[in-house]
């Protein structure tokens, strides 16, 4: 054979190795596959992930979703979102039941991903990570998987995990906003406040034209809080709600959850009239809002709540306490709707009892109050120490401080709890 001759030979080996190759790969895709003929419907779907991501899933999702759906009916990753754009689990349960049903005939990737949600919705978070896990390892490319493993590791305390499935989540993609609202709150937990704040910002400035999240607005006046820099943190709060008012949800649900978070600061840093006069402003975004005649009832008692823990720092403990016993006619009067809300009947009285100095009073009601809640944790704690109990004053502190949560009542029970550990 002539040396041109095999030197040709070897091309043609070294091309058929590597389109044999290519061939290989083409059959294991690096991304889940949509499983639907209907160009319409899967451009649909990928618009609507994209809104997911941008924090714009509301109010737009749903007629987005239904389009999707009608376009192709036969489409399961199009019915699972419109079980999410459908609101609460009674509305969305049928849609999701319709997504499990049509995932049986799907691509390996779109039935895995769903069938790992459904063990979310099952309240099975370890198996579901390991769901996710298992598809990442077979999908690595796929940004919606490493979004769910983030988020579930998150919610079980693992944010070690979830910051490598973040970071993983912006090489793939980092154009849009959520995700590094997500990777602020892991730096958050870690109390790196710094980069969590760096982190926010950019979440923000991602952010569509139009759209006010909550999610980086709030995480970077919870990173103000954490550094005890509360007025940082009511100007981070007032212009979000600010730009929160000027939104197309507004009317649907009012800005009237800004104005009580706003009203707690007051609250909890000496200014309780102030922290009033914030309560009412956000009660009076209500009665022409869209929400239901119950949601409606539901933020006057909120008013009412706020109010009395405000007059009680004001040493108005008799006004205060009408307020108390308001709310709980209110709770009576909603039969068994109202026994729900119990727990929040025993956080005011708690509270106005530890301002008063009936500490053993104090102790037996918030002992009744919301225990996953760090802020009512941290008044439990209040009133045992001034009651003399160290030990379980101790205790709860630390309790405290090892909760793995990002929210309001963390970022204003954290920095006490942590100066109180001894040792």
């Not at 598809?135 to 919610?155: C, F, H, T, W």
Request: hydrophobic letters at 40%.
């Amino acid at each position: 054979m002539s040396k041109s001759l095999c030197r040709l030979s070897l091309l043609l080996a070294a091309f058929l190795i590597f389109t044999s190759n290519a061939v290989a790969d083409e059959t294991k895709p690096k991304k889940i596959t949509f499983t639907t003929k209907s160009k319409e419907a899967q451009e649909t779907v990928v618009q609507l992930i994209r809104m997911i991501e941008s924090f714009q899933f509301n109010p737009q999702a749903l007629p987005t979703a239904q389009k999707a759906v009608a376009a192709d009916p036969n489409f399961a990753f199009a019915h699972y979102l419109l079980a999410v754009a459908s609101g609460p689990p009674p509305q969305a349960k049928p849609h999701h039941d319709k997504a499990l049903e049509l995932v049986k005939n799907a691509s390996d990737g779109e039935r895995r991903y769903l069938e790992a949600l459904a063990l979310l919705r099952a309240q099975k978070p370890a198996d579901a990570l390991a769901a996710f896990e298992a598809l990442a390892k077979d999908y690595p490319e796929e940004r919606m998987v490493q979004m769910m493993i983030g988020q579930i590791s998150m919610n079980l305390g693992k944010p070690d995990t979830a910051q490598m499935a973040f970071e993983r989540a912006i090489q793939l993609d980092p154009s849009t906003p959520r995700v590094y609202g997500f990777l602020g709150n892991v730096y958050l937990l870690k109390g790196d406040y710094a980069k969590a704040r760096e982190l926010f910002k950019q979440s923000l400035a991602k952010k569509p034209e139009g759209t006010a999240p909550g999610l980086p607005s709030y995480g970077l006046a919870f990173t103000h809080l954490y550094e005890g820099d509360v007025e940082s943190a009511l100007k981070t709060l007032q212009a979000f709600e600010a730009e929160y008012a000027k939104t197309s949800g507004a009317r649907d649900f009012p800005p009237v959850f800004v104005w009580n978070s706003i009203g707690r600061l007051l609250l909890e840093n000496g200014r309780a009239e102030e922290s009033i006069k914030a309560y009412e402003k956000g009660y009076a975004t209500v009665p022409g809002s869209n929400l239901s005649e119950q949601d409606k009832k539901l933020w006057l008692g909120r008013l009412h709540h706020g109010r009395g823990r405000a007059l009680a720092k004001m040493g108005k403990h008799e006004e205060a306490w009408k307020e108390a016993e308001l709310l709980k006619k209110m709770i009576e009067e909603g039969g068994e709707q109202g026994k729900q809300y119990w727990p929040a009947y025993h956080y005011i009285a708690g509270y106005l009892k530890l301002e008063s100095k009936d500490y053993a009073k104090a102790i037996e009601h918030l002992k009744q109050a919301d225990q996953t809640d760090p802020f009512q944790k941290l008044l439990l704690a209040r009133a045992y120490e001034r009651s003399g109990d160290q030990a379980n004053a101790q205790k709860i502190y630390q309790e405290i401080v090892d909760l793995k949560q990002n929210n309001l009542e963390r970022a204003l029970a954290y920095p006490e709890a942590k100066k109180k550990i001894k040792g």
